[in-house]
């Protein structure tokens, strides 16, 4: 049971270029979410997913797309990479809403230049 | 706009003493309030759930009240312990969904042997 897993762990990417996050949970779970940290700002929910095939907006989604063709998997894209994109990216997975823990992933580290 | 409010200075205690971290919220009216342990480089780790309608909750050392009338959740860790150092995290989440998940930037805490 691995639980939520992230790749790559870390990336750089130069201005403009395009890449895809992927995160995977083997529990079964319905909801997923991507998140984002920076210093000083906390956690931001970026996009977030109550179940296959949807997908809904979070608090910082601009610049990022999503999709969940599988239960399982839940991929973060980045089209045309910005420096303001440059954070530390965390999937995160539960079985129901606000009631429920979230479990999250190792995270991933990119770096826009 | 919703805000979370965590002390944002690092708060050093000695082995053995209770820890005691607040988050105060505004502009929000939760359903459930969550706390996380984040150890750096690392993703948050699920410790403790509460409801609106609960007062108190416990689990071994930790011990989480909330105050809807105060808009404050107080985080205790009894009888720390220096591998309780970490950065500990509050989230709010309002009912039906996460579309108002908002988390806190954290409170570093160090326990000195």
């Known amino acids: 049971n691995a639980g939520v897993t992230q790749t790559p762990k870390f990336r750089v990417l130069k201005t403009g270029q395009s890449m895809t996050l992927l995160c995977a949970q083997d529990m079964n779970h319905e909801y997923m979410y991507w998140y984002r940290q920076d210093p000083g700002m906390g956690l931001r929910l970026i996009h977030y997913?109550?179940?296959?095939?949807?997908?809904a907006k979070g608090e910082v989604p601009d610049g990022y797309n999503v999709s969940r063709l599988k239960k399982q998997n839940f991929l973060l894209g980045l089209e045309s990479a910005a420096p303001s994109q440059t954070s530390v990216y965390f999937c995160?997975?539960?079985?129901?809403?606000?009631?429920?823990?979230?479990?999250f992933g190792p995270g991933t580290r990119l770096t826009v230049t | 706009s919703q805000k979370i409010e965590q002390n944002s200075e690092a708060l050093n205690i000695q082995e053995g003493k209770t820890a005691t971290l607040t988050c105060n919220y505004t502009?929000?009216?939760?359903?459930?309030l969550q706390w996380y342990r984040q150890d750096p480089g690392r993703g948050p780790v699920f410790l403790l759930l509460i409801r609106e309608n609960e007062k108190e909750k416990r689990k071994e050392r930790l011990k989480v009240t909330f105050d809807t009338t105060l808009k404050q959740s107080l985080f205790h860790i009894t009888a720390s312990q220096p591998a309780d150092s970490a950065t500990y995290l509050c989230?709010?989440?309002?009912?039906?969904?996460?579309?108002?998940?908002?988390f806190g930037t954290g409170t570093k805490l160090q326990v000195i042997p």
């Open positions: 502009n929000y009216s939760p359903a459930y």
């Open positions: 989230a709010l989440f309002g009912d039906g969904g996460y579309q108002k998940v908002t």
């Open positions: 995160a997975s539960s079985l129901g809403g606000g009631g429920y823990e979230q479990y």
């Open positions: 997913s109550v179940g296959e095939g949807t997908t």
